[in-house]
């Protein structure tokens, strides 16, 4: 198993022929120009092709001593059905952080006088070494082609689904087989809204249906658990079952962050896993062998930290604790007013937890047949899944992402992010991650 962050590309549309390329991001809603500042990346270029000329190759000058650069082309393509385009691969071995003016600069150095304007659009095929662009314009015009639907769950197991993107293939309308659907799974503190905010309408964007489910015990209606304080991890699989069963002409991709990811293993490793599934991604997944170990090697190596995750988590200061909220689940790129917001939610759904005296002879490390059942998994209809971890988890340390992903036996990815992958300034750096890894699945 490898463990890898990664890779940067930024992709850029050229809207005439031309050797002088202009590189800035324009925001629709404003106007106004955007400069992102890039790291040790690879930036892909697609520009289109001149009529009855072609760009064979130029030689970009060193940005610093003894890194050099270059450009060439590929044959062109027709992308979409919709135009032939000439794909210009660049790259640029960055020592410094460096601007897009500076490499806009670097380009017209090295190109002939005909100019052109390179904007880039807001659907990049993937950022992950690139600071953020202000996503408030892209999100507002993705939540206005793609709204969240509030609908009720036919299976009777939850008391609504957040639902958006192409319809179910239950109500038709599909001339080849539809695409699988994102099953959003949340974790602990939070709610199936921790995905409405970015990762539903960005996939939905990509025509990819995405469900997000409320798990039992949080804020949105459970009559007989609201005299409890404890769910256990057999109800959770109950109810999440029942709710697969109930649909089973639609193909599902489980997508799990934090304890999300534990509902999702004890889901698939039962002795009847849901034929339904066909993949799996775990994000910041709680490992099969619990937080238990975790909570030891954070002992060892940082006793504050350690000490912040017991005051917030176990204490839950995370719902009256800006500052202790901000380090354990976000980062600076969180708006105080997100910040607020989230906390207020994690206050309300965080009433009702998962018994832990319960679930720790029950996690899928203390079954010795899991590995087995795995195994058969993947021999059967289950496709490899995605195990995605951030570098700057505060609550998932890297040997808890590889022990996910030694079981499920896959690739494990490390995205810059902090523990709430798909909130943030950065959540895309997860988004394009899982959207490439989905494409790939078939």
Not at 38 to 56: E, F, Q, R
Not at 96 to 109: D, K, N, W
Request: glycine share 6%; charged share 20%.
């Amino acid at each position: 198993m490898r463990c890898f962050a990664s890779s940067c590309w930024l992709i850029v549309l050229g809207r005439a022929v031309a050797y002088n390329f202009h590189l800035s991001g324009i925001n629709p809603e404003n106007g106004e120009k955007s400069i992102f500042d890039l790291y040790s990346a690879t930036v892909k270029l697609v520009v289109d092709k001149p009529t009855g000329s072609a760009i064979t190759s130029v030689i970009v000058d060193d940005i610093d001593a003894g890194a050099g650069a270059s450009i060439q082309t590929q044959t062109p393509q027709l992308v979409g059905g919709l135009r032939t385009q000439s794909r210009l691969n660049l790259s640029v071995p960055f020592h410094e952080p460096s601007t897009v003016s500076e490499l806009s600069a670097l380009l017209s150095r090295s190109s002939s006088n005909t100019d052109v304007d390179v904007v880039l659009p807001p659907d990049p095929k993937l950022w992950s070494r690139a600071l953020s662009p202000s996503f408030s314009s892209l999100k507002s015009t993705l939540l206005l082609d793609h709204p969240i639907r509030r609908q009720p769950d036919p299976s009777g197991s939850y008391p609504y689904v957040l639902a958006s993107g192409p319809p179910p293939p239950s109500e038709g309308g599909y001339a080849e087989p539809p695409p699988p659907t994102l099953l959003f799974i949340h974790g602990s503190f939070h709610s199936p809204d921790c995905y409405a905010d970015n990762f539903m309408p960005f996939f939905s964007s990509h025509s990819i249906p995405c469900t997000a489910i409320p798990l039992r015990g949080i804020r949105s209606g459970y009559p007989s658990v609201t005299s409890t304080t404890k769910v256990t991890i057999d109800e959770h699989v109950s109810d999440l079952s029942k709710f697969l069963s109930s649909s089973p002409s639609t193909k599902f991709i489980l997508v799990s962050h934090s304890f999300g990811g534990i509902l999702a293993m004890k889901t698939l490793l039962q002795e009847s896993p849901p034929p339904n599934v066909v993949s799996a991604c775990f994000m910041c997944s709680v490992p099969p062998s619990g937080n238990g170990p975790m909570t030891k090697r954070f002992l060892k190596r940082d006793l504050g930290l350690s000490y912040k995750i017991t005051k917030g988590l176990a204490f839950k200061r995370v719902t009256k604790d800006p500052s202790l909220c901000r380090e354990l689940f976000f980062d600076n790129t969180l708006p105080d007013a997100d910040l607020t917001r989230w906390m207020k939610g994690f206050e309300e759904d965080s009433k009702t937890t998962i018994d832990l005296l319960d679930l720790n002879p029950k996690l899928p490390s203390r079954d010795d047949s899991s590995k087995f059942k795995v195994k058969q998994l993947l021999n059967n209809n289950l496709k490899t899944p995605l195990c995605l971890g951030a570098t700057e988890d505060k609550i998932v340390d890297r040997e808890g992402v590889e022990e996910t992903g030694d079981l499920w036996d896959c690739e494990t990815v490390l995205v810059e992010s902090s523990h709430d992958v798909m909130l943030g300034g950065r959540w895309e750096n997860a988004a394009y991650v899982l959207l490439e890894w989905y494409r790939n699945l078939e």
